[in-house]
């Protein structure tokens, strides 16, 4: 490519052999002018493009005659702005733009001159333009007339205002950008004082039109410079007609298979695909959705589902909004729609996406490569590999129908055959024509007669309860199978081209249209999809239209369908816009799993006692966020699991854990908390405790304090609870009485002998419970008490000797709530009341045998060892009520 810098350096010594290279038709409109008294010059881009040894695109006169006089003095002239001094000349089959040397009023809209007073004076005309190298002008009689520096701008290769750049721009905001794409044209810099107006003045850039600002990015972008988008973001220009730009070039792109932002990435990719508006528009707006859906995992890992969908939508809104044409629209939106798209190569599936993307397949694949060669060199080749074999098995297909004008028989024949006119027909054709993409055999005449009669019967009975060649039908088809849209799921592992049996096997299995959710925006309307069979992730958007419905096709409610589950949908609305989703019969779901652990190593998840095949490309979800194994906690959270046959696909934490920290524990160090019916702790100050997402009631007592709270666990939320507030007044003292129906039998309390049926004033905090009977066991349990009132009723009969009868033990009472629960050889019931608030009162059964005269210490320290080892084998019996 010419060096532009080079050549303005030598070129502007041309001199009078510039001269000699005037148009000849340029040479004779000035030449009249000049035989008529008035002074004419070529001037502007012309003259600037011919001292850079560059083809000018048109010739610009300028000249000191007024337009009624340019007019009497040329027989073909149009009136193309005579406001403003400007006649069109037709010269030799060419048109010529001949204006009025001029000097323009204010501009109070920052687009337009106000007026323009007309000048003999041609530094006056070309004081008012706007960069140095467009204010040179020339003719055969004077040479060059540079007045501003024009050709040592050239030379150092600067883009400069003449005179004050902050006057020029505010005259006409546009220039602005006119003087970044002059940079793009001439690869020149932007002159410091110039760039520092543009930042400035950026914002005057909203009044100008957005039909001007689409022509001057559009030479931008189309030029050999591409990469000035940076300098358009940077001058902050951009953040006024094109923010969404501004986003991409701070969007990272933390992935093995990228090492630029999202912008620069955008940027390599024009300089790849040819210098078209068509092309360099796709290049430009192909990852404009990125930022929108970008997400990071707990590893940090950058991911960006449904980007091309997200990125189709974006790109017609803007071009849209920069008033582009509707058949460039139409071409942009559609090559951003599928530019990643990767089927599986196999001649059907290339036929379907035929018959599917609307679009030059040229030109995607020319995209698609650009897209690759601006990722980072991991992978290159296996992709580029791909693209190749892709772009082969489309030109080896395109002798087959892929459309329904291709088939051998259309409508008319098929009702000549007996097939009534109607919606069937429509469905019939489809079908056909899903036959033929699957064998273009079948494109015959008498074959398809004799398939549609087929289908016609089945439509009659009632068993063709679908159209079986929708648009989303083929979208699924031609999507598939292949390697990630988003993202590889299984790093390194390199993107190979399933050959045709392979890819049929996949077809049998029934799961090449089978997808999981990965996130249902419902805020914004959206969901997101990865297909089971390639791990390709889509954004679908879906509206109040879209049918959402159960296995069984009963309707359901878009809340329904949460991260994890498996669906097949139907996206045929316009760019991907779903019109179906419903839940999939070939996937296996269980939810509310519990009994659940993982062996990483051996890629093994066991749910109860079956092992399932647990593969690196599972997909872990909580809630809408894509996760890992590793934040699955399998004490806390409970778990919905899909798969197909003994293979995972996708774990999504059903309810998730949280955590309760204990903190002001000073009065309860050392003692146990209950935390709702299950979990048994032992207090300790700054203790974290992880619990399934839930209300639960909290229960501790020691040493004459305590109390009952509700706390509720947030998912991943580490909640704060003080014991301190939980003490209540005190000391407190439960008025607490035992009963027994067995005769001689000894209760002791703490080591101390207490009567049976007698009220006795008992501190809140934990007791030892022992009861010692001829022909019987030692019964001993700890007792945790923590209400104003509490009975316990005792039954050891199961503690006999030789006893092998097992009973159970309960707790109840009045103003309060009533729990139980069974250990092997133990019964007891405990009653509480009080009248002004919940009782709650704890019995606590140790299940261990202890001696009848072992202090409160040792049966304490042998509770404590039972519960937190053996809390399966403990019964815990309980009324619970609030702190005082």
Known sequence: MRLLRQAGKEACDLGQSLLMHLPGSVEKIIHRLEQAGHEAYAVGGCVRDALLGLTPDDWDITTSAEPDEVKALFSRTIDTGIKH???????????????????????????????????????????????????????????IVDLFGGQEDLKKGIIRCVGDPLERFSEDALRMMRAVRFAAKLDFSIEEKTYQAIRELKDNLSMVSAERIQVELTKLICSAHPDKMYELYDSGLTSVFFPEWDSCMECEQNTR???????????????????????????????????????????????????????????????????????????????????????????????????????????????????????????????????????????????????KKQLLINGNDLIKEGIEKGPGLGRIMERLLSDVLKDPAVNQRETLVSRAKDYNRLLKA????????????????????????????????????????????????????????????????RLTVMNVISFQEYRYPYTVLTEFLDKYGGTASVEDFLPGMGITFDASGRYGTLTRVQKTKALWERDDVRDYSFK?????????????????????????????????DPASDTLRVTGYDREIVAVAVDRGHGYLTLKDTKLFDGSLIEIGSEDIEEVADGKSISLPVGTYRVTVANNGWGGSRTVRIKKNVDSYLSLDSMKGSGPKKCSLTFEIGVKAAKIYLDGILVKKGKTQQVKYGEHSLSVIADGYDTWTRTLIVNSPEATIALDISDSKEGSTKSSGASSSGTGGSTASGTTGNSSATSSSNDNSSPASGSDRSSGNDSDSDSSSKSAKGKAEENYLSTLADSIVNSVSGSSD
């Open 462 to 525: 009632g068993k063709l309860f679908v159209c079986l060649f929708a648009a989303a039908f083929i979208f699924t088809s031609c999507t598939s199978s292949g390697n990630g849209n988003v993202s590889y799921r299984t790093p390194g592992t390199p993107i190979t081209s399933a050959d045709d049996s392979s890819g049929d096997a996949m077809e049998e299995s029934g799961l090449t249209d089978v997808y999981v959710i990965e996130e249902n925006d419902r805020r914004n309307d």
């Open 600 to 632: 990483e190593s051996e890629e093994l998840m066991k749910i109860g006692n079956t092992g399932y095949h647990l593969p690196k490309t599972a997909l872990f979800l909580d809630g809408n966020t894509i996760t890992d194994q590793d934040s699955i």
């Open 257 to 403: 298979h990228h090492c630029y932002t999202v912008g620069w990435h955008t940027i390599h990719a024009m300089e790849n695909v040819s210098d078209n508006k068509v092309m360099r528009l796709a290049a430009l707006l192909h990852d404009i959705g990125k930022p929108v859906v970008a997400r990071s995992d707990k590893k940090g890992h950058s991911h960006f589902q449904g980007h091309p969908q997200e990125s189709a939508l974006m790109a017609e809104e803007i071009l849209t909004r920069l008033k582009y044409d509707n058949d460039t629209i139409r071409k942009v939106v559609t090559l951003v729609r599928y530019h990643d798209e990767r089927p599986r190569l196999s001649d059907v599936t290339v036929r379907r996406c035929i018959s599917e993307m609307d679009l030059d397949y040229r030109e995607l694949f020319e995209l698609k490569r650009a897209d690759v060669m601006a990722q980072s060199d991991y992978m290159r080749e296996e992709k580029l590999s791909y693209i190749d074999r892709f772009e082969s098995l489309w030109e080896n297909n395109l002798q087959y129908a892929t459309d």
């Open 85 to 143: 001094g400007t006649v069109t000349v037709r010269m030799d089959g060419k048109s010529f733009e001949v204006t009025t040397y001029r000097i323009d009023g204010s501009y109070e809209d920052g687009r337009h001159p106000d007026n323009v007073t007309f000048t003999k004076s041609l530094e006056e005309d070309l004081r008012r333009r706007d960069f140095t190298i467009n204010a040179m002008a020339v003719n055969d009689s004077t040479g």
